[in-house]
């Protein structure tokens, strides 16, 4: 069994800055990839970054310059570092991990203020 425990979202004022970290723990083995998504409400789930467990990154268009995804394999941590927000950012960002399967986090809230 595979546990994913997300932190740091809250509230921020456009412009301000916040960090997300997701911790997976139980019965890891090889992680091939881990990601932040985000839903805001009445719209779907959407990948805003991701990386592979070479350090391979992947973003969003509309994160790329303001967000950046880092991992520590030895911890078996995703960070996102978000940067220059806006209220279009308002959402819950979900952690996932891709082993033989997909797991998922509970979802922080994060709430970007104009």
């Known amino acids: 069994q595979v546990q994913l425990v997300e932190s740091g979202g809250g509230l921020v004022q456009a412009g301000g800055s916040l960090r997300l970290s997701c911790t997976a723990s139980?019965?890891?083995?090889?992680?091939?990839?881990m990601a932040w998504h985000r839903q805001a409400p009445g719209k779907q789930r959407e990948l805003v970054a991701g990386?592979?467990?070479?350090?391979?990154?992947t973003y969003a268009d509309y994160v790329k310059g303001r967000f950046t995804i880092s991992r520590d394999n030895a911890q078996n941590t995703v960070y996102l570092q978000m940067g220059s927000l806006k209220p279009e950012d308002t959402a819950v960002y979900y952690c996932?991990?891709?082993?033989?399967?997909?797991?998922w986090g509970q979802g922080t809230q994060v709430t970007v203020s104009s």
């Open positions: 996932r991990l891709v082993m033989t399967r997909d797991y």
């Open positions: 139980g019965s890891i083995f090889r992680v091939h990839f």
């Open positions: 990386i592979t467990d070479g350090g391979t990154t």
